[in-house]
Nanobody
Framework: QVQLVESGGGLVQAGGSLRVSCAVSGRTFSRYAMGWFRQAPGKERESVAD????????YYASSVKGRFTISRDNTKNMVYLQMNSLKPEDTAVYYCASGTAFMPYAGTYAYWGQGTQVTVSS
């Protein structure tokens, strides 16, 4: 059974930093791309960042590029999202997802975590 568990969300002031983490179990972690998504109240879920199975390829939404960094530790089955220079518009529930292919966008995201709330105050 594949499980994804996010942690590290919270309340932070605008301009601050936060790191959210995702622990994955139940599959060969390094074989699959991982992604971070977010959903704000009243809005559709959007992709934030993706990373290949090896960690060598990353993609970012234009709204977070230069501020957020996705990374993974294949020895610990963990994926991270470091968020710097946070803005109130970054407020959302953040979800990690595990893909069906090694490279992002070569497959889909089949497994999802329960989400962690990130709130950025102005």
């Amino acid at each position: 059974q594949v499980q994804l568990v996010e942690s590290g969300g919270g309340l932070v002031q605008a301009g601050g930093s936060l790191r959210v983490s995702c622990a994955v179990s139940g599959r060969t972690f390094s074989r699959y791309a991982m992604g971070w998504f977010r959903q704000a109240p009243g809005k559709e879920r959007e992709s934030v960042a993706d990373i290949s199975g090896s960690g060598g390829t990353t993609y970012y939404a234009s709204s977070v590029k230069g501020r957020f960094t996705i990374s993974r530790d294949n020895t610990k089955n963990m994926v991270y999202l470091q968020m710097n220079s946070l803005k109130p518009e970054d407020t959302a529930v953040y979800y990690c997802a595990s893909g069906t292919a090694f490279m992002p966008y070569a497959g889909t995201y089949a497994y999802w975590g329960q989400g962690t709330q990130v709130t950025v105050s102005s």
